[in-house]
């Protein structure tokens, strides 16, 4: 038994090593830039705060623009990586923009951002540094997606056919449910899907989630008997065919995304997550549907070069003859079945469908809430798409892309703006720097926020010029700034001006800032694609439909943080306004599959 001394001496010692241990592990905030003092001292610094937000709003990003406010500084930062530097929290539009545009040798892809995905795709360029020649590689391999060809002759009509079909649904929905809401958020991520699914391979429209939906609401004369209530608020329930497998999976794998954001260890908990059922079964459902879909792609392409079929056109056969021709030029057989291309062809279903969707959703609920914006709208459409209304048929995919109607473009963008779905752009300081005067060391990560102070929201704090970058000095005035009185409004007209020379109103994309897509080489790379896809979708919708007012027990603005900020709720109360059947006009219209 030790003697009482040595016992204090131990003691003493396991406290130093204790207190040592402590001090190591606790945040080093960076000098001079403000932080909460009480996290400082926590081993888990702003951690439990966030998780606690977390759990009483299911939101996360907003937790940091709330404390922007409380700190009213238009920098600082957070401590939400224990044994890691902290990350610097910026609020300022100028600032933010400059960083994405201009700064891109000092600030890349972040890690954080990148481990999000590292773990489920670990071969696509989303997670890989600017500077890694892998990354520009992989862009070589799908750069032809976003050409104007490719988009006008590929995407367009496979999404204006998957919209058309989910308006057909809605059509259907909004006949059964006699003027009571019902919940559109889930339809329309199905819908995305299915369009992004068809752009990707070449699916048949008829395999999609939304025709399962269709057929099974067309073969019902009436709801069930209690589904339709004496109250005409109340929310009608329809019945659902299930999920397609490979679909399925997919929702599970893009789910799981969200769970890695601000996890301490996020290839850890990404691990643990993978050993679930649930995702091992997807995962193992995912490999599948792309491994057979590039032997099919494959056979395709042969049959194609000995002339045994005309050339198709989908993004993994574009992906495939871009492979082939890479192969030919550096002497080498193609490689088809590489990580890479399950994880750039995988990319594009998880990318492509959840960030229109929840945009998309949330415009659904701007609009049902401004009547006056869909009636200026609509009556927009009216007299641009003189043609489509004197023959009683939707606008095609051609008509929608040609048009050029700047309150459609104003009310898209506002949707965009206001949609958060990108609440913020993180990228790391690749080199030590300086910002608003602060010293930046390498390897930090810093938070651009898009979703409030200077965005959605007055600024907050001051910031001497002099302190800017000498870019971002430069760059003064090139983007507006938002009116801090109703920045937080949804305003269609904050985007609209008046040409000097023509007296016509015309759409400004410069009148103020947002980050919804991120910006500069690394923002987001379906841009365009998002855009066109919009477009449709807020022509077609307002063409068949009035969206009418909700009740207030289904018209929450809550949200929740998952990959993307989605509304909790997305219900809507139609009318259709097509006067002919839906398929009479589908068939008429789209000239599609
Ligand atoms: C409204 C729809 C969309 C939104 C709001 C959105 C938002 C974003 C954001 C915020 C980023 C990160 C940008 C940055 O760090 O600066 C991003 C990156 C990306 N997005 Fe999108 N996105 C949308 C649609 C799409 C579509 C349709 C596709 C493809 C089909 C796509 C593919 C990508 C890819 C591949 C990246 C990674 C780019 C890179 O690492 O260089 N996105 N997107």
């Known amino acids: 038994m030790?003697?009482?001394?040595?016992?204090?001496?131990?003691?003493?010692?396991l406290s130093l090593i204790i207190y040592i241990a402590y001090r190591k592990c606790r945040p080093h905030p960076i000098p001079g830039i403000p932080y909460n003092k009480d996290s400082a001292n926590r081993l888990l610094g702003d951690l439990p705060r966030v998780k606690q937000y977390a759990r009483e709003t299911g939101e996360k990003l907003s937790w940091f623009a709330l404390e922007a406010q409380k700190m009213n500084t238009p920098i600082f930062q957070v401590f939400i990586k224990p044994l890691s530097k902290p990350w610097v929290v910026v609020t300022d539009s100028r600032e933010s923009y400059d960083i994405l545009l201009r700064r891109t040798k000092e600030f890349d892809r972040s890690d954080t951002f990148g481990n999000i995905f590292r773990g489920l795709v670990p071969d696509h360029h989303i997670s890989m540094k600017s500077v890694n020649p892998?990354?520009?590689?992989?862009?070589?391999?799908?750069?032809?997606?976003?050409?104007?060809?490719?988009?006008?002759?590929v995407s367009a009509p496979r999404l204006y056919a998957s919209f058309s079909a989910l308006f057909d649904l809605w059509t259907e929905k909004a006949r059964l449910a006699q003027g009571r809401p019902f919940i559109a958020g889930d339809d329309f991520f199905a819908a995305a899907l299915d369009a992004i699914w068809g752009v990707t391979f070449p699916q048949d429209l008829k395999d999609?989630?939304?025709?399962?939906?269709?057929?099974?609401?067309?073969?019902?004369?009436t709801l069930q008997p209690?589904?339709?209530?004496?109250?005409e608020d109340d929310a009608v329930p329809f019945p659902e065919p299930p999920m397609p497998a490979a679909q399925g999976a997919i929702l599970t794998l893009t789910d799981s995304l969200e769970k890695t954001l601000i996890a301490p260890i996020p290839a850890l908990s990404f691990k643990l997550l993978s050993m679930t059922k649930a995702m091992r079964d997807a995962r193992a459902v995912k490999e599948e549907m792309i491994a057979t879909e590039l032997a099919r792609g494959k056979a395709r392409l042969v049959e194609q070069a000995n002339g045994e079929q005309p050339a198709t056109r989908c993004a993994m056969d574009d992906i495939l003859r871009r492979e082939i021709a890479a192969a030919q030029k550096q002497n080498r057989e193609p490689n088809y079945d590489t990580r890479t291309m399950y994880d750039e062809l995988f990319g594009l279903l998880v990318a492509g469908h959840d960030t229109t969707s929840t945009t998309a959703t949330w415009g659904l609920k701007f609009l049902s809430d401004h009547q006056e914006v869909q009636a200026k709208l609509r009556a927009a459409l009216h007299a641009n798409f003189t043609t489509a209304l004197r023959e009683n048929r939707r606008p095609t995919a051609d008509e929608i892309a040609k048009a050029h109607?700047?309150?459609?473009?104003?009310t898209q963008e506002e949707i965009i703006r206001k949609s958060n779905t990108g609440s913020a752009i993180s990228r790391t300081a690749t080199t030590d720097t300086v910002l608003l005067g602060h010293h930046i060391p390498k390897g930090t990560t810093v938070f651009l926020m898009g979703n409030g102070p200077d965005f959605h929201a007055p600024p907050v704090g001051s910031i001497a010029e002099s302190a800017r970058s000498e870019s971002?000095?430069?760059?003064?005035?090139?983007?507006?700034?938002?009116?801090?009185?109703?920045?937080?409004?949804?305003?269609?007209?904050?985007?609209?001006?008046?040409?000097?020379?023509?007296g016509r109103e015309v759409f400004d994309s410069t009148a103020g800032p947002f980050l919804t897509f991120g910006l500069g080489p690394r923002g987001c790379f379906g841009r365009r694609m998002a855009y066109m896809e919009l477009k449709i979708v807020f022509v077609l919708l307002l063409w068949d439909f009035e969206l009418g007012v909700l009740p207030e027990n289904v018209n929450s603005?809550?949200?929740?943080?998952?990959?993307t900020h989605q509304p909790r709720q997305c219900y809507l109360r139609l009318r259709s306004l097509r006067e002919t059947s839906s398929a009479t006009a589908t068939a008429a219209t789209s000239g599609d599959s």
């Not at 070589?140 to 002759?153: A, G, S």
């Not at 999609?208 to 004369?221: F, P």
């Not at 109607?405 to 104003?410: T, V």
């Open 134 to 153: 892998e990354f520009k590689a992989h862009r070589r391999l799908i750069q032809d997606l976003m050409t104007p060809q490719f988009l006008n002759e």
């Open 208 to 221: 999609g989630i939304i025709h399962a939906r269709l057929q099974l609401l067309r073969s019902l004369e």
């Open 472 to 502: 971002c000095q430069k760059a003064k005035g090139r983007v507006g700034v938002w009116d801090a009185a109703d920045s937080h409004l949804f305003k269609p007209e904050r985007w609209l001006t008046v040409d000097a020379e023509t």
């Open 226 to 231: 209690g589904s339709l209530t004496s109250n």
């Open 557 to 563: 603005y809550a949200a929740v943080d998952k990959l």
């Open 405 to 410: 109607i700047p309150y459609l473009d104003a």
């Open 2 to 13: 030790a003697s009482l001394p040595t016992s204090a001496f131990i003691g003493a010692l």
